[in-house]
C-alpha cells in the first residue's frame, strides 16, 4: 500500500440475508485528506461506516489501517490503533460541565495505566490541559463550567467530535455530524471539521452539499452498495452519473 494511504478498503462487502448493503467497495483515504461519502438514502453510507469503525463485522473483504490488517479488530481494539468516531449525544454526561466530559474522554484513554498517586495528579493536569486546548478549538470555552446538557444541540454535537478527538486519534470517523442541528450552529460545525482536517485525516459522512463541496479533499459517491463516482468536489458537482443516482431517490 502507498504511505500515502491511511485507510483501506478491499473489496469490502456487508449483507443484511441476502441483501448486500456494502456490495465491493474499494476505498482509499489519503493521510491528512478530509474524504467524503455521499450518496442517496439507502446507498449505504451507514453501513460501511459500521465496519470500519468494527460495530460490523464485513461479510468480505479487507479493512488495511497504514498496512495492518484490522478486518477482523473489534470496535475498542480500532480506537487504540487511533480511530475514533464522535460519540452520540446521549454519551454525553447531561449533567457534568462541558469541561468535565471533555476531561473525562481524554482520561479514558489512558484507563488502567494511571495507577501510581503521582502519576495520576500530573495526568489529571494533563487531561484537564487537553481539555482546555479542546475547549478552545470548539469554541466553547465560554461555555466550559455549563452542564453539558444545557448547551443547544448543535453545540453537544460539537461537544461530542471535541470528545473524539481528545485522545488525538490519526483518523476521525464522522457520520452526519449535522443531523438533527439547527440552521444557526451549522457553519460553526463546518468550520471546525474543515480545521480538525489539518491536524487529523477525516471521512466524513454527510448529506448537507454545501458543506461537503466547501471542505471535502475528496468524495466518495456511494450508490446500491457500490461506488458510483469518487473525485474532487468539482468532478462529483459536475457528473451526470451523480445527479440521475439522487434523482432516482426524489422519484
Ligand atoms: N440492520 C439492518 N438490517 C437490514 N437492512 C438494513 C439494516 N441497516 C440498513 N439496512 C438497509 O441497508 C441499506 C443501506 O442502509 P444504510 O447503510 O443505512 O444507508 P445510508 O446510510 O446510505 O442511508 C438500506 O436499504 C437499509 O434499509
Ligand atoms: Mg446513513
Request: aromatic residues 4%; hydrophobic residues 40%; charged residues 25%.
Amino acid at each position: 500500500m502507498s504511505t500515502d494511504i491511511l485507510l483501506q478498503t478491499q473489496g469490502l462487502a456487508l449483507a443484511y440475508g441476502a441483501f448486500r448493503a456494502v456490495d465491493g467497495v474499494d476505498l482509499s483515504i489519503r493521510r491528512g485528506a478530509i474524504h467524503t461519502v455521499i450518496g442517496p438514502n439507502g446507498a449505504g453510507k451507514t453501513s460501511l461506516f459500521h465496519c470500519l469503525t468494527g460495530e460490523r463485522r464485513p461479510s468480505a473483504g479487507r479493512i488495511l489501517l497504514a498496512d495492518r490488517d484490522i478486518t477482523q479488530q473489534p470496535a475498542h481494539g480500532r480506537v487504540k490503533l487511533g480511530m475514533a468516531r464522535s460519540f452520540q449525544v446521549t454519551s454525553l454526561f447531561q449533567e457534568l460541565s462541558v469541561r468535565e466530559n471533555l476531561r473525562l474522554a481524554a482520561q479514558g484513554c489512558d484507563g488502567w495505566r494511571a495507577l501510581n498517586f503521582w502519576q495520576r495528579l500530573n495526568k489529571r493536569r494533563e487531561h484537564l490541559d487537553r481539555a482546555d486546548e479542546i475547549l478552545e478549538r470548539l469554541g466553547l470555552s465560554s461555555r466550559a463550567e455549563v452542564d453539558a446538557g444545557e448547551l443547544s444541540h448543535g453545540q453537544q454535537r460539537i461537544l461530542e467530535v471535541g470528545m473524539a478527538i481528545c485522545p488525538r486519534p490519526r483518523l476521525l470517523l464522522l457520520d452526519e455530524p449535522t443531523s438533527g442541528m439547527g440552521i444557526d450552529d451549522i457553519p460553526s460545525m463546518t468550520s471546525l471539521i474543515g480545521e480538525l482536517g489539518k491536524d487529523h485525516s477525516i471521512l466524513l459522512i454527510e448529506h448537507n452539499m454545501s458543506i461537503v463541496m466547501s471542505i471535502s479533499d475528496t468524495i466518495t459517491v456511494m450508490n446500491r452498495g457500490q461506488i458510483l463516482v469518487e473525485g474532487e468536489p468539482d468532478v462529483v458537482r459536475n457528473d451526470a452519473r451523480v445527479r440521475d443516482a439522487y434523482l432516482g431517490e426524489a422519484a
